[in-house]
């Protein structure tokens, strides 16, 4: 079974104070990694996807990158309209759907 | 390009009474998903569509849920009757094919049983 943990459920950074979000997996063999931003009241919105380790795609103040067991989101210099949840979903060979984390709630104090 | 569209955007109803949900994807997106949310979790995956065929429903309440797509286009979620642990968000998503490309959100709704 598909599974995806998120790490910190929360985090309050500064304006400015970049951080790293982590999302580690575990699936029989992985089709796609994806990053979705979800701001309250809203279905999640499409970040990034990643299909293979060692890959790395970058967005404004974020970066993700891909390792065999685990995902990092950075944030670059925060501000505060990035704050938001940040969610991590996993697509393995065998299914189509995306199986997902909780979430990492971010809030950035201006 | 529209999005997703999903209506009502809110609905609250009593226990043991029913409901449906609403969803048009994005045109020409053949695969259409509908996920759960519960408060502070990340989405579940209830029902997914190709076409108008299901491909998984393994995660989907049988006894209280069901879903359609006719004519491989719009599709409704109905829950009946409802339970009080049903209160969630309720996603819908598509996408233009089985892998996923284009994955799409739209806005939910939200349904609390009281």
């Known amino acids: 079974e598909d599974q995806v943990t998120q790490s910190p459920e929360a985090l309050r950074l500064q304006e400015g104070e970049s951080s790293s979000l982590n999302c580690s997996y575990t699936v029989s063999g992985l089709r796609g990694l994806f990053w979705y931003r979800q701001d309250p009241g809203k279905g999640p919105e499409f970040l990034f996807t990643?299909?293979?380790a060692g890959e790395e795609k970058e967005k404004e103040r974020l970066k993700a990158t891909l390792t065999k067991k685990e995902s990092f989101l950075h944030i670059t210099a925060p501000k505060p309209e990035d704050s938001a949840t940040y969610l991590c979903?996993?697509?393995?060979?065998?299914?189509?759907?995306?199986?997902f984390g909780s979430g990492t709630r971010l809030q950035v104090q201006p | 390009e529209a999005g997703v569209a999903q209506s009502p955007r809110y609905k609250i109803i009593e226990k043991r009474q029913s409901v449906a949900f609403w969803c048009n994807p994005i045109?020409?997106?053949?695969?259409l998903y509908w996920y759960q949310q519960i408060l502070g979790q990340g989405p579940k995956l209830l029902i997914q569509?190709?076409?108008?065929?299901?491909?998984?429903d393994s995660q989907l309440p049988k006894d209280r849920f069901s879903a359609e797509r006719l004519k491989g286009v719009d599709s409704t979620l109905k829950i009946q009757p409802a339970k009080l642990e049903d209160s969630a968000v309720y996603l819908c998503?598509?996408?233009?094919?089985?892998?996923?490309?284009?994955?799409?959100f739209g806005s939910g709704t939200r349904l609390t049983v009281v």
């Open positions: 998503a598509s996408s233009l094919d089985p892998t996923g490309y284009g994955y799409t």
């Open positions: 569509f190709q076409n108008n065929g299901v491909v998984d």
């Open positions: 045109s020409g997106h053949a695969t």
């Open positions: 990643l299909y293979s």
């Open positions: 979903a996993v697509q393995s060979t065998g299914r189509r759907a995306l199986t």
